[in-house]
């Protein structure tokens, strides 16, 4: 269909005047402001194809969440201290499903940055084709150098106040930073005492009770999946090429491990203290062995591997060395301008991010304009989330599906998300930007199911 340009401006004054009530609305919101303004551009073509939409403005619907909760979570340290931090649920979108996203326990969150979180989870959960809405939940809760029994005690008392607000066809969390089969299982613990055994109310939990094979290792390799698919498109392969990844933790080390198992080079793995660069290529074994098992720092690596370098308060987009793809796996905002300069300098062609919005906007505009291929997480690290569908698919059943089963519909999954980003792309005249055809495909299905539903 051809759009008239008058249609377009009207689109385009919508679009606009839903963000600036959103920016006057939430002035301090800076992170969830920018996972909207991405969105704007995406926005704009889509309502100008779809003006029957504009009056019943969808768009200023889908950017206040159905609800947020906030709550006090009380705990004793092992000093028989009382300790207070402050737990969220942001319940986002339920076009699609009950609300589905992670919980995230960092010093660092907040209603912005968990906003941000839900929103990309929206259109997120839409690519994976799955029955699932968009949610994010968490604490300003900082899980280094706690006990077993501190972690155990925050989280028995996280869920004593969010049990009352989940449920599996309602709201499903599951990890996130700092979230991990541990805490899972603690959270899980009290979930059932005090309501009973509903398997399905959390994803993430060990295999001994209701959890799914591959769910550990599905962001990493679903994101190596995502990467290849393109490499096919390309007629190259993982052996050429040379890959940096920043983070250490469940994102990173499963990228790490399936890029390395498809025959690329991995140098480099970071956390909030530096960076590891390994010119032999990273040990994943020895990785997991510092940080699933002893819960060490980075610096222990080196200790292990004497050939490693080890860049003390850097970030891996800071390193002077060449390599072709960036795996960027820790946090949001991690790549700026700067960063993104350097990178490209050192000879980057393709950047697929497993974390949420690492890169800023200014280097997202900047890859753009050098016609780097950029792939954002939305799309390449949705298979984490669709492992965990695949979860309650099981739990629901009350079977346990063989690794083999979850890894092909996790590789398929991920072949048609990547599909789907670059012929939507296509069809809306945009070729090789990703960016906007994971935008324009996944709100397509939240709009029109949100419009099905009627104003509610
Ligand atoms: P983990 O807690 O397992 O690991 C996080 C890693 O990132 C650690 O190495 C951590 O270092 C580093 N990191 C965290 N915050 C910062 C920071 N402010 N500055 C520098 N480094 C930092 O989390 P995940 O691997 O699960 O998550 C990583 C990213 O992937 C996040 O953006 C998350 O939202 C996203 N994601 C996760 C999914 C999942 O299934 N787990 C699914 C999809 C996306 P340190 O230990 O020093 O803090
Ligand atoms: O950002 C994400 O997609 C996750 N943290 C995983 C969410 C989930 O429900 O598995």
Partial sequence: MKVSQEIKQEANQYVDEVF??????????????QAVEEFLPAAKLFFAKNPHLLEKNIFGQLVEPERLISFRVPWVDDQQQVQVNRGYRVQFNSALGPYKGGLRFHPTVNASVLKFLAFEQIFKNSLTQLMIGGGKGGAD????????????????SFMLELQRHIGENFDVPAGDIGVGAREIGYLFGMYKKLN?????????KPLLYGGSPGRTEAT?????????????????????????????????IYAIEKALALGAKVLTCSDSDGVIYDPAGIDVTLLKEIKEIKRQRLTAYQKNRPDAQYFS?????DLPFDFTIALPCATQNEISLSQAQNMVDHGLKIIVEGANMPTAISAVAFFAQENI???PGKAANAGGVAVSALEMAQDSQRMIWNIEKVDQELSAIMKNIYQTCRDTANAYDCPNNFLMGSNLASLEKVAFAMDSQGIV
């Fill in 20 to 33: 600036q009530k959103l920016q006057v609305q939430n002035p301090n919101e800076t992170e969830f402001l």
């Fill in 141 to 156: 809760f900082d899980p280094k150098g706690k006990s077993d029994g501190e972690i155990m005690r925050f989280c028995q």
């Fill in 196 to 204: 009973g055994m509903d398997f399905g109310v959390l994803t993430g």
């Fill in 220 to 252: 990493g390799y679903g994101l190596v999946y995502f990467v290849e698919n393109l490499l096919k498109d390309l007629h190259e392969d993982f052996s050429q090429h040379t890959v940096h990844v920043s983070g250490s933790g469940n994102v990173a």
């Fill in 313 to 317: 308060k850097k970030s891996v987009w």
């Fill in 373 to 375: 291929y950029y792939c």
